[in-house]
């Protein structure tokens, strides 16, 4: 008599393998944003107001 080769793995293992996969994408994530908020990205220090009337009138 043969045994025979399981090879599919268990639900319940891949449902462990996602779960773990999700949770590391996840910390990923949520790393990479604290990363970006310790970046400080430069911001204009005047605030440029146009006049677009002249423009609107020669429409």
Do not use: C
Not at 5 to 17: A, E, H, V
Not at 23 to 35: D, G, P, R, Y
Request: glycine share 2%; proline share 5%.
């Amino acid at each position: 008599m043969q045994l025979k080769y399981n090879r599919q793995p268990s639900f319940g293992s891949s449902i462990i393998k996602t779960l773990i996969k999700l949770l590391f994408v996840i910390l990923v994530f949520i790393i990479a944003i604290f990363l970006i908020e310790k970046i400080s990205f430069p911001s204009p220090e005047k605030k440029y107001q146009i006049d677009v009337t002249n423009e609107i009138k020669k429409l």
